[in-house]
């Protein structure tokens, strides 16, 4: 988390920049897409109770494994199992749900 903070201005593209430009090459048709699907998955997180963002960002982002993720939170082995599938299920309909609402 310290690396993508200390990172951070290198990912960030103001809208302005993307605003109504029309990518001209695939390089940069995936680029956008990259930003648009970072920005979408920023905001979905910023959705979830706490201990759903706590563990999503301990297994994914900092890449510990469950049983220390256990340790780290102070919880059972079933509890963390549990608590991980719904922070994932979580995370994929509020995904869901934002790009619906932006097709219609």
């Known amino acids: ?14 809208l302005n920049e993307h605003l109504y430009k029309i ?9 956008l897409s990259n930003f ?3 920005t979408d998955l920023k905001n979905a997180m910023a959705t979830l109770k706490s201990n759903y963002k706590i563990i999503l ?10 049983e220390e993720i256990c ?3 102070n ?3 079933a509890n963390c ?12 309909q509020t995904l869901l ?3 619906k609402n932006k097709i219609h």
């Open 1 to 14: 988390i310290k690396e993508y903070h200390r990172n951070k201005s290198k990912f960030e593209v103001g």
């Open 23 to 31: 990518p001209e090459d695939k390089e940069e048709q995936e680029e």
């Open 36 to 38: 648009i699907v970072i």
């Open 57 to 66: 960002n301990l297994h994914y982002i900092e890449g510990y494994d469950r």
């Open 71 to 73: 340790e780290i939170m």
């Open 75 to 77: 919880i059972s082995d």
């Open 81 to 92: 199992r549990t608590m991980l599938t719904r922070a994932k299920a979580r995370l994929k």
């Open 97 to 99: 749900n934002s790009r």
